[in-house]
């Protein structure tokens, strides 16, 4: 690129990450807003856990259905969903207009052979009905053989979002939209950052399309993914995948420059 264009494409960049910086700034603290929130108390008047009140609002709620199944992912495909939904009552398996809330999955197998390997992860779902929504709620294994149809449940919500579900005697907690967003704003700060980086020492556009750069979105996934965890934290398990998957990020850009 000319000299004026890759100046114009450096400062493009430098805007986009302070964009991406405010936006994580933000989600930070939304987040921390939520934690420090208390619980509504039921019948205050100034804690009536209305959307715009700063307190986590409490709905009684139904347990309408349930449902199990693996998702799965294979070299050569972008995922996709195998195995069978087991459902209980006669509300079928059809999300709600509230949409599904999931997350956390359970279990899961690798098999092999053909053109490659298959990864399965079991997820287990429980639909939930309050009086302003329905949804499907991501639940543990044990949760999900425990309930029912019909069973009582209590849903925590956060500004119109389901941070928390009682049911069976166990509570399960969602992270809420500012929490997962700054994951996305991280990682699309670093592709921008990157970006701004080979403006400024290459700007050749044979160097911006080179095949090692494909690694570089699976790069900046780790990066924010550990970056995000930094600020909230996470279970042990969960930082252990991440800089393996950040390590493997790593090294396949550099061995595919190598080998280029």
């Known amino acids: 690129m000319p000299v004026w264009l890759r ?10 990450v302070l964009l991406c910086g405010q936006q994580v700034a ?9 934690r420090d929130a208390p619980v509504c108390e039921v019948g205050n008047a100034k804690g009536s856990g209305g959307d715009g009140e700063a307190c986590v609002r409490r709905e009684a709620g139904t347990v309408l259905d349930r449902r199990t199944g693996e998702r799965c992912t294979s070299n050569g495909t972008s995922g996709g969903t195998s195995g069978g939904i087991t459902t209980i009552g006669g509300g079928g398996g059809m999300a709600t207009a509230g949409g599904s809330m999931g997350g956390a999955v359970t279990g899961g197998v690798s098999t092999g052979g053909g053109g490659g390997g298959t990864t399965c992860t079991t997820y287990y ?8 929504r329905a949804a499907w709620l991501a639940v543990g294994s044990e949760t999900y053989e425990d309930v029912k149809a019909g069973d009582r449940a209590e849903v925590r919500l956060w500004r119109g979002e389901v941070v928390g579900l009682e049911v069976g005697g166990r509570t399960h907690s969602y992270a809420p939209s500012s929490e997962t967003g700054v994951l996305w704003w991280l990682a699309l700060g670093t592709l921008i950052l990157a970006a701004g980086a080979w403006g400024m020492v290459s700007g050749r556009l044979s160097g911006l399309i080179a095949f ?3 690694g570089w979105p699976f790069l900046a996934l780790g990066l924010g993914w550990l970056g995000a965890m930094a600020l909230f934290g996470g279970p042990l398990l969960v930082w252990g995948f991440a800089i393996l998957w950040t390590g493997f990020a790593v090294f396949w850009i550099v061995g595919a420059w190598r080998d280029g």
Do not use: K, R, S
């Not at 114009?8 to 960049?13: E, G």
């Not at 779902?125 to 302003?132: A, G, L, M």
């Open 26 to 34: 933000e989600g930070y603290g939304q987040t921390m807003v939520y």
């Open 212 to 214: 090692p750069n494909f």
């Open 125 to 132: 779902d429980v639909e939930v009905e309050w009086p302003d």
């Open 7 to 16: 100046i114009l494409f450096v400062l493009a960049a430098g805007w986009g």
